[in-house]
């Protein structure tokens, strides 16, 4: 009896230990993991293979920025459903020999041939969000020279081949790309094109079975050998005007000629001693950092996450940037954008005094003077620097637009112009659209902390202030910063126009507490549950002390961080 005893404690205690050891991963409302430390640099993407290949390229001593390039060159093959050589680029760069951060706006613009009066004529209230109409240069290709020429190691023709051999050669479809690949060929398989690349043998390609795009592999290494000139002024320019005129599009050979990426200063708030950095309009990165202004003066580590009252502040802060976002925010060759205002601590004061934390705001006016698909990924090699790199067709797969042998979609960013004249983002030729995509960085004391970025259309800077957040005011780690459950409010006024009504919808990730709900509910909010639109997750984080980089990628997507 005494030995039965003493072996069921044992067990008990066997037991106790191993949930004392996991209590990290079992004892939260969510699930996360370890993160991945490394030395010599790191690579973090939505898709496993895709983070291979940049690791590959920075054992053979390419920087960040070839890693980067050869990643999300292999992306565009692997992850269609986000991304590609038919949409636009964003980037952060920290760049070590400089100590300073540079940012690349890589996005394309309107047909120059189409006017605000061309659709009011045609009895279009807004723009398609598919087929030609929707369709703006893709600055892809362009924003890769432009960061190679300014931070590249090794050659192009070397930092592409990796997609290209995959592209010939296949590679098995993940889960969640296999899924959206099936969902998006429902809607633009009716396109020219469409199917004979993205659905061979009548159908989708599902999880596991090997797919091949040998278009694409002779685009890119007409590109690896050709340069940017050889998609925006060769065969492959004149082969997407051709068919988008025959279309009814357009979009031309000139728009693409014309096509040039621009280098732009980078902005920031200080967010309780740590600088938060974001790209300028036309993107909406500047809306996470007026919420983080607004929420500063807020005791959210008191608070807790996942409190009713730091959701509630949170969502009204969302609220309130939102509203500027619709009015303001817009191409500012074409626009006059008060950034230095909008993101400033006075106006941050201002808004914040709009807040009742007692009832949900139906709307917020603006101060004075949604669906989309993306990647995300971020690297840092030996030498210190660092990568935010996003970039993506919108609507998942784009347009629809399939020009004949090249292997890619064209974006449909164009949808997001407003045709309401006098509007800040209204319709002009050779404009860029207002865009969803934005990457983020953070430094402290003038030094790299980390680079992140959230997906997901308007997900976005809500995910970049959720991230920053959890690390700052929650003290998370950068792995469970990303896994913690996210807060996403929808139905505030878009930038295409319209205006939000009644709140907007208030969705939360499930881990929240029952009572937290209810009393959200009790405070106005109408509360839903939706387990998709929380964004993709990835970051790097440059721990100064031991000199290691630590490395983070959500369950929600494929993907993976991996250093070495």
Excluded at 55 to 63: Q, R, T
Excluded at 253 to 270: C, M, R
Excluded at 293 to 304: C, F, P, R, V
Aim: glycine share 12%; net charge negative.
């Amino acid at each position: 009896m005494k030995n039965k005893f003493s072996l069921l404690l044992l067990l008990v205690l066997m037991f106790t230990s191993t949930i004392h050891t996991q209590d990290r991963i079992t004892g939260k409302s969510f699930a996360t993991r370890s993160e991945v430390i490394a030395q010599n640099g790191m690579v973090a993407t939505s898709q496993p293979l895709a983070t291979q290949v940049g690791l590959d390229i920075l054992k053979k001593g390419g920087s960040a920025i070839d890693a980067a390039i050869a990643a999300n060159a292999t992306l565009g093959l692997m992850e269609p459903t986000g991304n590609g050589i038919g949409g636009d680029i964003y980037a952060i760069i920290w760049d070590a020999k400089s100590q300073k951060l540079y940012a690349l706006n890589g996005s394309g613009r309107s047909p120059r041939s189409l006017t605000l009066q061309w659709f009011k004529d045609n009895g279009y209230d807004k723009i398609p969000a598919y087929g030609p109409l929707p369709v703006s240069v893709p600055g892809a290709v362009d924003g890769w020279f432009e960061m190679h020429g300014k931070f590249g190691k090794l050659p192009m023709k070397e930092i592409l081949q990796p997609a290209i051999d995959y592209a010939n050669n296949g590679f098995p479809v993940s889960e969640l790309i296999a899924y959206y690949m099936a969902k998006g060929a429902q809607n633009l398989a009716r396109f020219d094109g469409f199917s004979e690349v993205y659905m061979p043998g009548g159908k989708t390609p599902a999880k596991g079975e090997v797919f091949k795009n040998p278009y694409l592999a002779n685009t890119l290494t007409k590109i690896a050998e050709g340069g940017r000139d050889a998609f925006y002024e060769g065969d492959i320019a004149r082969t997407i005007a051709d068919y988008i005129k025959e279309q009814g599009g357009f979009l031309s050979y000139e728009d693409l000629a014309s096509h040039k990426s621009e280098w732009v200063d980078p902005v920031s708030t200080n967010y309780r001693g740590y600088d938060v950095w974001e790209i300028p309009p036309n993107g909406q990165g500047i809306a996470a950092l007026q919420m983080l202004n607004i929420l500063e003066a807020y005791d959210l580590q008191e608070m807790g996450f996942g409190s009713t009252d730091f959701i509630h502040v949170f969502t009204e802060a969302k609220k309130l940037a939102f509203e500027d976002r619709a009015k303001f925010y817009a191409d500012m060759d074409f626009a006059d954008v008060p950034v230095d205002w909008l993101i400033s601590k006075e106006y941050a004061a201002e808004r914040r005094q709009l807040i009742d934390m007692k009832k949900a705001a139906r709307n917020y006016p603006a101060g004075q003077l949604e669906t989309g698909e993306t990647i995300y990924l971020t690297t840092a090699d030996k030498d210190g620097n660092m990568v935010s790199f996003i970039q993506s067709n919108y609507r998942g797969m784009g347009s629809g637009m399939t020009p004949p042998g090249l292997g890619f979609i064209l974006q449909d960013r164009g949808e997001l112009f407003s045709l309401e004249a006098g509007h800040n983002n209204a319709y002009e030729p050779g404009k860029r659209p207002f865009h969803t995509i934005i990457p983020c960085f953070i430094t402290k004391d003038g030094k790299p902390w980390v680079s992140f970025g959230v997906m997901g259309g308007a997900m976005q800077p809500q995910g970049h202030a959720n991230v920053v957040i959890n690390l700052i005011d929650f003290g998370m780690n950068l792995q469970e910063a990303g896994d913690a459950p996210r807060i996403r409010h929808t139905g505030s006024s878009q930038p295409t126009g319209g205006t939000m009504r009644d709140g907007g919808t208030l969705n939360l990730e499930y881990g929240i507490d029952y009572e937290v709900i209810r009393e959200l509910v009790e405070r106005g909010h109408s509360v839903s549950f939706n387990v998709g639109g929380y964004g993709g997750y990835q970051a790097i984080m440059w721990d100064a002390v031991n000199k290691v980089f630590y490395g983070a990628s959500e369950s929600r997507k494929d993907g993976q961080a991996a250093g070495y």
